[in-house]
């Protein structure tokens, strides 16, 4: 019995090669973590729970499309309904998908920001601030909204690095 489904894995990596223009050693990685990604059970009334699933599906959804693996970890980690809920409301409305972008790329690039922090054991310097907002620059082009949250990214990082992203730590 197979626990991973490679074909499914392959035709991932090769979208993520085109699409986003890496090479095919990362492409693979993110494929394989993608693929061995399990839910969270949720927790709350059975309301809560359904709400929460459709948000939370969605989101994944989103989070394939636009290539957001470290925000598409944190749906499949979290297991409050309300955080969902609370924090993610405008996911399942139809006329703000842009600004759900715009949010995921923020929340992408927060739990990027946190990842390096544990691993380094020290603050964000400048260089990994620049590296980090470069590779979102491909987003630029989707929407004023998308492009607005990337602007407010370059022009003060101060609430994800503590400082200003003009090159002060």
């Known amino acids: 019995m197979k626990k991973y489904n490679l074909s499914k894995i392959m035709k991932r990596a090769w979208e993520l090669v085109k699409r ?3 090479t095919i050693s990362s492409a693979l990685k993110k494929a394989w973590r993608e693929a061995k990604m399990k839910m969270a059970e949720l927790k709350g009334t059975e309301k809560q729970v359904a709400w929460a699933n459709d948000i939370r599906n969605k989101g994944i959804e989103f989070c394939e499309k636009y290539d957001f693996s470290f925000a598409k970890q944190k749906f499949c980690d979290m297991d409050s309904s309300k955080w969902f809920i609370d924090e993610w409301r405008g996911l399942t409305s139809r006329g703000n998908k842009f600004g759900m972008v715009a949010n995921l ?5 927060q739990e990027e920001t946190r990842i390096i922090r544990e ?7 400048h260089k990994e601030r620049v590296q980090i907002l470069d590779s979102y620059e491909k987003y630029r082009n989707i929407d004023s909204e998308v492009d607005y949250k990337i602007n407010e990214f370059w022009s003060d990082g101060q609430y994800l690095w503590g400082g200003s992203i003009s090159g002060q730590n």
Do not use: T
């Open 20 to 22: 986003f223009k890496e």
């Open 105 to 109: 790329m923020e929340l992408n690039i």
């Open 119 to 125: 691993k380094n054991g020290r603050a964000i310097k």
